[in-house]
Every structure is written in C-alpha cells, then in structure tokens.
C-alpha cells in the first residue's frame, strides 16, 4: 500500500494501544469497576459519574504513552 | 423516528433495544484450538491468548445492563410483507470498500479464522443431505470458504458471488460480480444455494430470501449461516456504557442484527418449507478491544450502517478498553467476543416432498399418548 501518511500513523498509534494501556490496568480496574457499578445497583449511569477515576487512567495512559515514545 | 417507532411495534425482526447498537470495529486474529488448519506461519498469534468455547444454543439472557428496558429506536429492518427496497439500514457501497479494503491487506488470511469456521460447518450441513448437486451457488462468497471444505461429488459445478470483485478473484470456480440484493440468474437454475456469513449485510433480507427462492430449483436447498442474535453484545455494551460515562450519549456501534426467532418466520414467507434453524455460539478469545475491532476491520465486517458514528472518541476507546475488560475479561487477562452464528435450511417446495397428513388420517388419539410413554414392564431388559 502507500507509505507514511495521517491514516498509517494514526494506525500506527492503534496498534501501540494495547501495550499502553496494559501498564495502566490497577487504574482501568479502578475504572471498569466503577462504571460496571451501576449495572448492579441502584445508581444510573450517567456523564462524568466515574470522572475521577478516569482522569487517573488518563494521566497514567499519557505518561505510558510518552514513556514509550522517548 | 414515527416510523421506527411503527415498525417496532408491529414486531419488526430487527429491532433491538438501544442498548443494543454499535460501531464496527475490529481486529486480531485469536486462534481456534479445535482446528489447526490456521495458516501456521505468519499469524500474530504468539503472545495471543485464545481459544474457542463453542457451545450449542443460546445463552439465556445475556444482556449486559439495565438500559436494555429502555424505548426502542435506531435502525429496524421491518420484516412485514412492506414489498422490497424499502429498507435501507446499510450502506453496500461502504461495504464493498470495506471488503476490497480487507482483501487487500498482506496479512489478509490471518482474518479468516472465523469465515473459515463457518464455512466449513455450512459445508457440514451440505454433506447431511445424501444427494449429488449438479449446481451450485454460493451467495456473498468472497474466497470461497465453504467450497473448500466441500468435494466435487456432492457439488459438481459452483457459482460464486460477491459484491467486492477483489476478494472474488482467487477462485477458481465461475465468479460473478453480484449484489446479494439483487441475484443476476434465470428462475429456477440452482439445485442449492449457500451463504455464509453475509446475509446479516443486506438491507431487505426478506427480499433477499425470496430471490435465493426464485433461483432455486424445485426440490432446491437453501443452506445458509448469518451472524445475528447477541452477536458481539460485549463490544456493543462497553462502547455504550462509556459513550454515556464519557460523553453523555451512545450511538450505534454495533450494526443491528436479526434475531434468531425472526429467521424462521422469514424463511417461511419467502416460500421456504421443511425449515431448519439452529443457533451456534462461537467465542473467541482476544487479548483486548482493540485486537477485536482491529480483526472485524481484518474480516471486512466494519459497520455499514447509515446512521453508525464515524467517529470514536479516544477517551471513550480508553474507556470502553477499560470497562470491556473489566465486566467481561476472563480470569488469564484475555476477553471474550461473541458470535451467534445462526444457520438456516430451506427447501423449495416440490410434490415429492413429504406433506401432512391428511385431515382425520390419525389411528391414534392424543389421549393415548400417556399409555404409549409408559414402558411396560417386559419391554424392560
């Protein structure tokens, strides 16, 4: 196919998620705990419910990311 | 949105609960335990986990959360006798892209596991029936996946149809350039028909059955396999719940599929008779979401719906990752997707095809039923 563009670097990128994201997994735990919560109980689930907890993953993900970009 | 809401309460066979809508997404290749004809060499298998459960029928519910009770909208293919064409969830145009896309590919024959599967079950179902057939059609085949698993004394001549003329050309039987919605051959030409894994793209699959109908020969076999049912509800469920954590609304996701009550109901007023339906659950095991969507990509089975969301948001894919493998991850790390492969089999109506008894032709009554279970005492070894 053709080379290097926006499409294959974005690709790129996709590729690299699932080495990322596995350094994060206490915080995606914390996260998929919090939102798969509301399936049980009472709670509706609703934006920003579990905002805390993903700003966690998120920070984590960012810092993985970049770690491994260096 | 007045005549989705019409459809859906006419029974439409496509409705589903807003829960139940996606994106297409995909990717990975897991590897099927149980065969090992999987190309050995280059599959991205090594650090993979994976496997098979193939189970027999349905699970009992198996939703995932409580916004299944919500109203019913989005995309209803309607089922009724609304005459064809007036159906239009899908975008076949994007499909054939997405086909030609995925038959490009290097690595393509790492995405095959699963056609290869069902494939070579349809091909089961076609060598129970103790018959030779003279001609044979394979609707939506791309690379022939169930030929290759049939020989040349049950189907002596196969034609083949596809919608994507690039994953036709490898095949070394008569190929024809098709939609599957409108099928290029004379009435009555075809001693069976097969399909697997692409009637769940056409938009009027009442249509589409009636046409398979038309060209099949009296005494003509339909033999085919669709994904439907709850067919990959973990990815449908997570990309939802996070969509509504992160952005406060979901989309469809998941295309809509037909669900498993529905088909015999089609197959019937298309013409068919002596229906067979059964439902196999196939799942696979990949090591995260991405690898998923990655490999439904790999396979051409994107979405195609019209009203799917172009657009995933990267919070909600770093979500969506995180809740995936937290409600449906199994205990070594990997997740599960699911595929409800529904097979169907129907037969052209012939006069030598056994009937129903006449009216009063009984010797029996019902009412002896009981006296016949009950073994007697000498039938006994």
């Not at chain 1, 919090?34 to 984590?60: I, M, N, P, S, W």
């Not at chain 2, 006419?10 to 609960?17: D, E, I, K, S, Y």
């Not at chain 2, 239009?88 to 699963?114: E, P, T």
């Not at chain 2, 009637?199 to 339909?222: C, E, M, S, T």
Request: with cysteine; net charge neutral.
């Amino acid at each position: 196919m053709s080379g290097p563009n926006v499409w294959s670097r974005s690709r790129e990128k996709l590729r690299q998620f699932p080495e990322v994201f596995a350094q994060c997994a206490g915080e995606a735990a914390a996260y998929g705990k919090c939102v798969t919560a509301t399936t049980k109980g009472r709670q509706e689930l609703h934006k920003d419910l579990c905002v805390k907890e993903f700003e966690a993953l998120k920070t984590c993900f960012t810092n993985a990311a970049k770690k491994r970009a260096k | 949105r007045l005549k989705t809401h019409r459809l859906s309460q006419l029974g439409c066979h496509t409705c589903f609960p807003r829960m139940q809508q996606c994106r297409d997404v995909s990717v990975s290749p897991p590897l099927f335990n149980k065969k090992s004809e999987l190309p050995s060499g280059e599959t991205a298998m090594n650090s993979r986990l994976s496997g098979t459960v193939l189970q027999r029928l349905t699970r009992s519910g198996s939703a995932c959360c409580r916004h299944q009770a919500g109203p019913r909208f989005g995309p209803c293919r309607g089922l009724t006798e609304s005459g064809r064409g007036t159906m239009n969830v899908f975008n076949r145009d994007m499909k054939k892209r997405q086909k030609n896309w995925s038959a490009s590919l290097q690595d393509r024959d790492q995405y095959d596991y699963l056609r290869d599967e069902v494939g070579s079950r349809v091909a089961d179902r076609v060598y129970d029936i103790a018959r030779t057939f003279p001609l044979a059609l394979d609707v939506g085949g791309g690379k022939s996946h169930i030929a290759e698993h049939l020989s040349k004394d049950v189907v002596e001549r196969l034609f083949l149809t596809d919608i994507s003329e690039k994953t036709l050309t490898e095949i070394p039987t008569s190929c024809v350039l098709a939609d599957e919605e409108f099928l290029p051959f004379k009435e009555n030409t075809f001693d069976l028909v097969m399909s697997s894994l692409s009637l769940h793209w056409i938009n009027d699959l009442p249509g589409a059955l009636r046409q398979i109908h038309q060209v099949l020969k009296p005494d003509g076999v339909f033999i085919g396999a669709m994904a439907g049912g709850e067919t990959l509800y973990e990815l449908r469920c997570s990309l939802q719940m996070a969509e509504t954590e992160r952005e406060g609304g979901f989309s469809p996701h998941v295309s809509p599929y037909t669900a498993v009550t529905d088909l015999g109901n089609l197959l019937g007023q298309a013409g068919f008779n002596m229906l067979t339906v059964d439902v196999d659950e196939v799942q696979v095991h990949y090591p995260g979401i991405m690898e998923v969507m990655m490999d439904l990509q790999g396979m051409g089975e994107s979405n195609c719906a019209w009203n799917r969301r172009s657009l995933l948001h990267r919070d909600t894919l770093l979500a969506a990752a995180a809740i995936y493998k937290e409600m449906y991850g199994n205990e070594d790390g990997s997740v599960p997707a699911t595929f409800d492969i529904l097979y169907m089999i129907g037969w052209k109506p012939h006069e030598s095809q056994a009937k129903p008894a006449q009216r009063g032709s009984a010797t029996m009554s019902f009412g002896d039923l009981s006296k016949i279970s009950q073994p007697t005492s000498t039938d006994r070894p």
